[in-house]
């Protein structure tokens, strides 16, 4: 079976970036006994990466890159915002663990927006956080296996996500 909009598809691969210095560095490894599943056309991968698996099979080998403008693009200055440190207190208390440089962190915006923000400074009245994605601005390179392909079930397609090994266990 090939890989098509609305087959569940199962793999493993590597995913290496290219650094500042021109260096690869190993940024994923999902391997064969705990492989990636997602529904083809719903992933919510870069297209791109769909685009370049589109029309493979089961045991299929892939190898590709995906520049920076069509994977994550590149890094938005407005993503970087600071935010008042009172907002991080739990329970009228801040959790000093949870507020390191680098962390990340799960934020909902105003309109209810799921982001991850990293922590990029602490000051003593704010926090400085980059919601840009970690990937962003960089070139990504791809090398693995086509594990399987399926049909979708339709309760899949309705909620957008894989359901058993690889997926949402509900």
């Given at each position: 079976?090939?890989?098509?909009?609305?087959?569940?598809?199962?793999?493993?691969?590597?995913?290496?970036?290219?650094?500042?210095?021109?260096?690869?560095?190993?940024?994923?490894?999902?391997?064969?006994?705990?492989?990636?599943?997602?529904?083809?056309?719903?992933?919510?991968?870069?297209?791109?990466?769909?685009?370049?698996?589109?029309?493979?099979?089961?045991?299929?080998?892939?190898?590709?890159?995906?520049?920076?403008?069509?994977?994550?693009?590149?890094?938005?200055?407005?993503?970087?915002?600071?935010?008042?440190?009172?907002?991080?207190?739990?329970?009228g208390e801040?959790?000093?663990?949870?507020?390191?440089?680098?962390?990340?962190?799960?934020?909902?915006?105003?309109?209810?927006?799921?982001?991850?923000?990293?922590?990029?400074?602490?000051?003593?009245?704010?926090?400085?956080?980059?919601?840009?994605?970690?990937?962003?601005?960089?070139?990504?390179?791809?090398?693995?296996?086509?594990?399987?392909?399926?049909?979708?079930t339709q309760?899949?397609?309705?909620?957008?996500?894989?359901?058993?090994?690889?997926?949402?266990?509900?």
């Amino acid at each position: 079976m090939q890989i098509t909009d609305e087959k569940v598809v199962t793999l493993s691969y590597e995913l290496t970036v290219t650094d500042a210095d021109g260096q690869k560095e190993l940024i994923e490894t999902v391997e064969n006994d705990d492989p990636m599943a997602f529904i083809q056309g719903m992933s919510g991968l870069p297209e791109s990466f769909e685009d370049n698996i589109e029309g493979l099979s089961e045991g299929d080998i892939f190898e590709f890159s995906i520049p920076a403008e069509e994977g994550y693009g590149e890094f938005d200055p407005t993503a970087v915002v600071e935010l008042p440190k009172d907002i991080f207190k739990v329970d009228g208390e801040y959790v000093e663990e949870m507020l390191e440089v680098g962390n990340y962190l799960p934020m909902t915006d105003d309109t209810g927006n799921q982001l991850n923000g990293r922590i990029i400074e602490v000051k003593s009245d704010s926090v400085k956080m980059d919601f840009n994605h970690p990937l962003v601005g960089k070139e990504m390179f791809f090398k693995g296996t086509i594990i399987g392909v399926r049909d979708a079930t339709q309760s899949e397609i309705e909620h957008g996500h894989v359901h058993g090994v690889g997926g949402v266990q509900h």
